[in-house]
């Protein structure tokens, strides 16, 4: 908890610091969209199992800096994804959230008297998986891998791009694709006799609500 409340205090720092040094727009938002996973595979001697996330939903929110071709943000974003292992014929499932808080870096395509704007953005930051539900001590797939109801934090890396759409003086519509970048996490979607080992790529898309001024 400690590391959480520090890395917030960081990146609420970089937010502040960014736009008091350039004297740019303010802006704070929420929005909301889907949550999907790529799978991952699991081989072990017994067979090989897919541990994936199934597809769900999420929610977004931020607080930044809008500049004329740079900007920046702090964004928090929760989503809940089932957790799934399946092979040999076997299927289990249980309940699965994330939550994740990063720092991103805006770089508009327009400046900012323009009423559609597309950007890319990137960054990094920490990502919680939690293993919710009941996790059984006898799941079907126990010899190659189990899932738990544990939290397990890993560093992130972040990129995507979208639109702005400013429909007021003060009001702006996002649309946009995020994808986050993290390790397995092995805790959560414990490797038995098998190995897991790669990345997980969550994409997002979302649409925002914005207050800017």
Known sequence: MLRFKQILCALAAAALGGGLATAQQWEVG?????SLYNTKTISSPSGSVEAKF???????????QIGNRVGGEVRYSWQSNEMELSGLGKTFTMGGRSQTLAYNVLVYFAGREAKVRPYVLGGGGIKQYTGTGSASALQPLLQIAVL??????????????????????????????LVTMSEAPTKVVTPVSGSLSGWYFQFMPVFSLSYVW
């Open 30 to 34: 929420a929005g909301g969209g889907a």
């Open 148 to 177: 738990t109801n544990t939290s397990e934090w890993k560093p992130v890396v972040n990129a995507g791009g979208g639109i702005r759409f400013a429909t007021g003086k003060k009001a702006h519509v996002r649309a946009e694709l």
């Open 54 to 64: 199934k597809p769900g939903y999420g929610f977004t929110a931020f607080f930044g």
